[in-house]
């Protein structure tokens, strides 16, 4: 299970990694609203657990944008007390809500309440992906073609995420530096570029058939292409 925890806090966001990853969950973890918003959105997370006060995109507004495309179950963390705050998370689309401070051991109880409440329609969303002979294990974060371990940075496995989810389409580099690096670019960052070069080399050099491929002045495509 694979839970994404977007909470400003720094020690209270490591605490919970920790804690969570200990307790047997992929954990991944945003510090602003921004970047929550943007991995939530990109991502397969089986639960959020979604702070209210957030730089960036506050909570609510966070889960107003997430719930117009997205159904993933939302635990609400917040600090506030109100009952009007609380109604309006609920309405909102939170599925459940916590105040701090909390005990770690009821923070594990409403997750797992909210997991099976969600039931299995996580069970048949797909956590591996591929394309010929690659594949790419999205809960364990792996990637490998021929059974050969592609020994990718976090950046690289993003990309080869969103090139495969995409397969067959040509992603231009300024939607790529978008969703992979979160970032509005101008051309005259290479960021892309590199990241694609490095990317190739260990996908496709040592290895006889190239999948990823540049298009010209347009983008790049993850394809098996007939030889
Ligand atoms: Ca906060």
Redesign the pocket.
């Known amino acids: 299970m694979k839970l994404l925890v977007i909470?400003?806090?720094v020690k209270l966001a490591e605490y919970l990694r920790k804690g969570l990853s200990e307790a047997g969950y992929v954990v991944e973890v945003a510090h602003d609203g921004i970047d929550g918003l943007h991995l939530a959105l990109e991502g397969d997370h089986d639960l959020l657990l979604l702070?209210g006060?957030?730089p960036g995109i506050d909570g609510l507004s966070l889960l107003a944008a997430l719930r117009r495309t997205k159904q993933t179950p939302v635990l609400m963390l917040t600090a506030r007390v109100g009952v009007e705050d609380r109604v309006l998370g609920l309405q909102t689309g939170a599925d459940d809500y916590l105040l701090k401070p909390f005990a770690f051991s009821e923070l594990v109880a409403r997750i797992q309440g909210l997991l099976r409440r969600a039931g299995p329609r996580h069970e048949i969303e797909p956590t591996v992906l591929r394309l010929a002979d690659l594949e790419v294990d999205l809960l364990r974060r792996k990637a490998s073609r021929a059974t050969q371990r592609l020994e990718l940075t976090a950046k690289e496995f993003s990309l080869l995420t969103l090139l495969l989810r995409r397969q067959g389409e040509v992603l231009s580099r300024t939607e790529l530096a978008s969703q992979v690096w979160d970032m509005n670019f101008d051309s005259e960052t290479n960021v892309v570029e590199v990241a694609i070069r490095r990317l190739r080399s260990k996908l496709d050099v040592p290895f006889d058939r190239p999948l990823l491929h540049t298009v010209r002045g347009m983008g790049y495509v993850l394809e098996d292409r007939p030889a």
Request: net charge negative; glycine share 0%.
């Open positions: 909470e400003d806090e702070d006060m957030l």
